[in-house]
């Protein structure tokens, strides 16, 4: 019986925790642009480059990964001048992003089309797009899966302009956790009113 109360605290403790809150099996991922001390990607986020939406046709595609000179901590950042980046997750089955931000530093005009300059979050249940400023300045940007449901994709867009240091909370899917402790639960039900020999 001992057995069956802690799952069912166990259940309880899943149910109230929900998504987006500080949990033990959360892991944290962060694209910073650098592998093993070298300019690179991580493997866990997907890029894929095209040309901004919001610029004419035919526009050039120009991105790179270097340092930023007037921000050293930053160290390896990606420079999209212009371009669109358009981020996917590759993640094990059965896991699902809570939390997404992006530091982003915008240089050059954004007032002929404040829609060049911004990031896109894609979430099951909608998305969010924020416009950055062009202040010179690093600004954080973020959304939690309250606002938009689980996300799915992050897209980064600028004429000219630096990115840096993408970070996800991912969990397991809560459905999934909530239906596993469930067969636990009957499982050990099963087993304390089996009648014994
Ligand atoms: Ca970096
Ligand atoms: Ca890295």
């Known amino acids: 019986m001992l057995r069956l109360s802690f799952l069912v605290v166990a259940m309880g403790a899943v149910i109230v925790a929900g998504p987006g809150a500080a949990r033990a099996d959360m892991t944290i991922y962060v694209e910073d642009f650098e592998e093993n001390g070298q300019p690179g990607c991580d493997p866990t986020f997907n890029h894929q480059f095209t040309a901004s939406p919001y610029l004419k046709p035919g526009s050039p595609v120009y991105w790179e990964l270097r340092d930023v000179p007037s921000s050293p901590e930053y160290g390896t950042a990606l420079l999209l001048a212009p371009a669109q980046d358009a981020i996917s997750f590759l993640l094990p089955p059965g896991q699902e992003v809570v939390y997404a931000s992006v530091d982003a530093c915008m240089w050059g005009s ?10 896109d979050f894609i979430g099951c249940d909608g998305s969010l797009r924020i416009l950055l400023g062009s202040s010179l300045e690093w600004e954080t940007v973020e959304v939690s899966s309250a606002e938009i449901g689980p996300i799915n994709e992050i897209q980064m867009r ?40």
Do not use: M
């Not at 954004?110 to 990031?119: A, D, G, I, K, T």
């Open 110 to 119: 954004s007032s002929l089309s404040p829609e060049n300059y911004s990031v």
């Open 158 to 197: 600028c004429s000219e302009g630096f990115f840096d240091n993408i970070t996800i909370h991912v969990i397991p899917d809560p459905s999934l956790a909530i239906l596993l402790l469930a067969g636990l639960a009957i499982s050990c039900v099963g087993a304390v009113v089996r009648p014994r020999r």
